[in-house]
């Protein structure tokens, strides 16, 4: 089972059936999978990535947590980490819905993740795959300490590769 962490204003926790109906209106909004290599999806195939998100928890321990916001209970997004087989390294991610773009929500429970992969995992290095023009994302990934690594197509999209290594290992 994946692990639940905390932030200040953030409890990030594993997806669960009940996320569906938030998280299948994000994944339907154009702007907010503008960058996530798909189109907008409609309610089963919402249901078809939550499963794969849970999946992937299963199979690695870790995955892709909802973000929820501790003041209110709302479902924000999902962040957490991601390495499918052929992934050019373990990353830390995110996808927040468009009410919660501003906030700075994304690097708080990216760094949440950031500090659990530094504690936890052993591994060279953490990663982050950005869409070459997204720009939030880019800034997002450098807060946490990433820097630009190199352009890299992933899933015949431009990206681009930021990351940093672990913690006494750069």
């Given at each position: 089972?994946?692990?639940?962490?905390?932030?200040?204003?953030?409890?990030?926790?594993?997806?669960?059936?009940?996320?569906?109906?938030?998280?299948?209106?994000?994944?339907?909004?154009?702007?907010?999978?503008?960058?996530?290599?798909?189109?907008?999806?409609?309610?089963?195939?919402a249901?078809?990535?939550?499963?794969?998100?849970?999946?992937?928890?299963?199979?690695?321990?870790?995955?892709?947590?909802?973000?929820?916001?501790?003041?209110?209970?709302?479902?924000?997004?999902?962040?957490?980490?991601?390495?499918?087989?052929?992934?050019?390294?373990?990353?830390?991610?995110?996808?927040?819905?468009?009410?919660?773009?501003?906030?700075?929500?994304?690097?708080?429970a990216?760094?949440?993740?950031?500090?659990?992969?530094?504690?936890?995992?052993?591994?060279?290095?953490?990663?982050?795959?950005?869409?070459?023009?997204?720009?939030?994302?880019?800034?997002?990934?450098?807060?946490?300490?990433?820097?630009?690594?190199?352009?890299?197509?992933?899933?015949?999209?431009?990206?681009?590769?930021?990351?940093?290594?672990?913690?006494?290992?750069?």
């Amino acid at each position: 089972m994946p692990p639940t962490l905390e932030t200040e204003r953030l409890l990030l926790r594993p997806l669960v059936e009940d996320d569906l109906d938030a998280y299948s209106a994000m994944m339907a909004d154009a702007e907010v999978v503008e960058f996530l290599g798909t189109t907008p999806v409609d309610r089963a195939d919402a249901w078809r990535h939550l499963a794969l998100l849970v999946g992937h928890g299963v199979l690695r321990g870790w995955t892709n947590n909802a973000v929820i916001a501790k003041a209110t209970g709302r479902f924000l997004g999902r962040c957490g980490l991601w390495q499918p087989e052929g992934w050019p390294g373990l990353e830390v991610g995110w996808a927040l819905d468009r009410h919660a773009w501003g906030h700075g929500y994304a690097t708080e429970a990216a760094a949440a993740w950031r500090d659990w992969a530094f504690a936890h995992l052993d591994a060279d290095e953490l990663i982050s795959v950005v869409h070459r023009d997204n720009v939030r994302s880019a800034r997002v990934a450098e807060r946490i300490g990433h820097r630009r690594l190199r352009d890299i197509e992933l899933r015949g999209h431009p990206c681009v590769l930021y990351g940093q290594p672990f913690p006494g290992r750069g």
